[in-house]
T-cell receptor
Framework: DTEVTQTPKHLVMGMTNKKSLKCEQH?????MYWYKQKAKKPPELMFV???????INESVPSRFSPECPNSSLLNLHLHALQPEDSALYLC??????????????FGDGTRLSIL | GEDVEQSLFLSVREGDSSVINCTYT??????LYWYKQEPGAGLQLLTY?????DMKQDQRLTVLLNKKDKHLSLRIADTQTGDSAIYFCAEIENQGGKLIFGQGTELSVKP
């Protein structure tokens, strides 16, 4: 069981659709992360939020739009995605960014398929 | 920039010990992590070690750190089929909290 909850678990969408991925944690963590992972590869960092403000954007295309409505929730809005965006999208959280002794805890991910 | 390297595959027999190795480049890393990923699942934090430690043991898991050689290893005693997964070594980037992952070692446990 994971303390970071991601919904939906699976998502199939067309290239013209708009959808959102959701992530929730109730551990009181103030840093939240989005990663993209291709099969049998390590996760690639996309975005980092710290205290509900965007801290890092790893040059992600604008068709991915993150949002942090409050300290427990993190969304990833998707629009006009490409087939190469099909991947497992992982959310993670940690107590803070600056304290590196606080590990990141991951959700089970959303498996996204773009038709 | 920082880099983390792991061998890609390891195959062992059930009941044997498994040793997964990792090398890293950032000597200022304060913590090093091991994550486990089973098929279709997210990353599970297995254990982590502070850079001023040489060894950390947690039940069947033993982490060894050689800071001089920047070498980290994860030993799994009495390996079971349920240990079959991909294991990622990771270090924390000095600024900003970014995790730098290795390529992952796929552990296959044969009965």
């Amino acid at each position: 069981d994971t303390e970071v909850t991601q919904t939906p678990k699976h998502l199939v969408m067309g290239m013209t659709n708009k959808k959102s991925l959701k992530c929730e944690q109730h551990m009181g963590h103030r840093a939240m992360y989005w990663y993209k992972q291709k099969a049998k590869k390590p996760p690639e960092l996309m975005f980092v939020y710290s205290y509900e403000k965007l801290s890092i954007n790893e040059s992600v295309p604008s068709r991915f739009s993150p949002e942090c409505p409050n300290s427990s929730l993190l969304n990833l809005h998707l629009h006009a995605l490409q087939p190469e965006d099909s991947a497992l999208y992982l959310c993670a959280s940690s107590r803070e960014i600056q304290n590196s002794n606080q590990p990141q805890h991951f959700g089970d991910g959303t498996r996204l398929s773009i038709l | 920039g920082e880099d983390v390297e792991q061998s890609l595959f390891l195959s062992v027999r059930e009941g044997d010990s498994s040793v997964i190795n990792c090398t890293y480049t950032d000597s200022s890393s304060t913590y090093l992590y091991w994550y486990k990923q089973e098929p279709g699942a997210g990353l599970q934090l297995l254990t982590y070690i502070f850079s001023n430690m040489d060894m950390k043991q947690d039940q069947r898991l033993t982490v060894l750190l050689n800071k001089k050689d920047k070498h980290l290893s994860l030993r799994i005693a009495d390996t079971q089929t349920g240990d079959s997964a991909i294991y990622f070594c990771a270090e924390i980037e000095n600024q900003g909290g970014k995790l730098i992952f290795g390529q992952g070692t796929e552990l296959s446990v044969k009965p």
